[in-house]
């Protein structure tokens, strides 16, 4: 079952709304990707107009950046210690933007959305 992104059929006050068109397969959305901690594995997904948009599967590296010296460096990851988004994908290693993780650099908050932009950008915290 696909999710669908357009108007409600009712109003905020509970009202029916009288829809102006059908559904449209542009107002389709797609199910989160739910990145986790493994092997790097990328998926190519078209979207419209024919552009193509990079979904993050796995990841065990993040570009992690020091805010007091302004260097960039990858770093491994080892696990996920918190995630404000949803406290059970911490015990699941799911890495969402805000999640902080451990690496070898110490902890870092990521900044960026793996599951749209296909890459891992994190800052320390520590």
Do not use: C
Not at 9 to 22: E, F, I, L, W, Y
Not at 39 to 48: D, G, L, M, N, S
Not at 84 to 110: D, E
């Amino acid at each position: 079952m696909a999710i669908w992104q357009g108007e409600s059929k009712r109003k905020p006050s509970g009202g029916r709304r009288m829809m102006a068109h059908k559904k449209r397969k542009f107002e389709i959305g797609r199910e989160p990707v739910l990145t986790t901690i493994g092997a790097t594995k990328r998926k190519y997904v078209r979207v419209r107009a024919g552009e193509m948009r990079v979904r993050m599967l796995k990841a065990d590296t993040a570009n992690v950046t020091n805010p007091k010296t302004g260097k960039t460096a990858p770093a491994k990851i080892t696990t996920v210690t918190g995630n404000p988004a949803n406290i059970n994908y911490v015990r699941r290693n799911i890495m969402t933007k805000g999640a902080i993780v451990q690496t070898s650099a110490g902890k870092a908050r990521i900044t960026s959305r793996p599951g749209q932009h296909g890459a891992i950008n994190a800052v320390l915290v520590e």
